[in-house]
Nanobody, 118 residues
Framework: QVQLVESGGGFVQPGGSLRLSCAASESISSFNVVGWYRQARGKQRELVAAINSGGSTDYADSVKGRFTISSDNAKNTVYLQMNSLKAEDTGVYYC????????????WGQGTQVTVSS
């Protein structure tokens, strides 16, 4: 069973930065794609950024130019660098990994809270 553990959340003022980490229990290269999602209170969970096994990345329009997703295969970790944070970035951030071809499995972490407020 794949385990994903997020860390790095916290409280930050608008304009500040945070780096989230998603540590996997197995090699990152074994996943088709790893994504960061967030869920604000009362809203649906939404994709923020994703990186696939080839290193290609994708971002939600709301975070383009501010957030960067990256991976470190040696540490089995995917990062989300978040700069110029805004109040609307507040939410619980989850890591999701997708694995498999004929049988596709999806794994979620427990989430980490990010609060952006003055």
């Amino acid at each position: 069973q794949v385990q994903l553990v997020e860390s790095g959340g916290g409280f930050v003022q608008p304009g500040g930065s945070l780096r989230l980490s998603c540590a996997a229990s197995e090699s990152i290269s074994s996943f088709n794609v790893v994504g960061w999602y967030r869920q604000a209170r009362g809203k649906q969970r939404e994709l923020v950024a994703a990186i696939n096994s080839g290193g290609s990345t994708d971002y939600a329009d709301s975070v383009k130019g501010r957030f960067t997703i990256s991976s470190d295969n040696a540490k089995n970790t995917v990062y989300l660098q978040m700069n110029s944070l805004k109040a609307e970035d507040t939410g619980v951030y989850y890591c999701k990994a997708v694995k498999g071809v004929y049988v596709v499995r999806r794994y979620w972490g427990q989430g980490t809270q990010v609060t952006v407020s003055s």
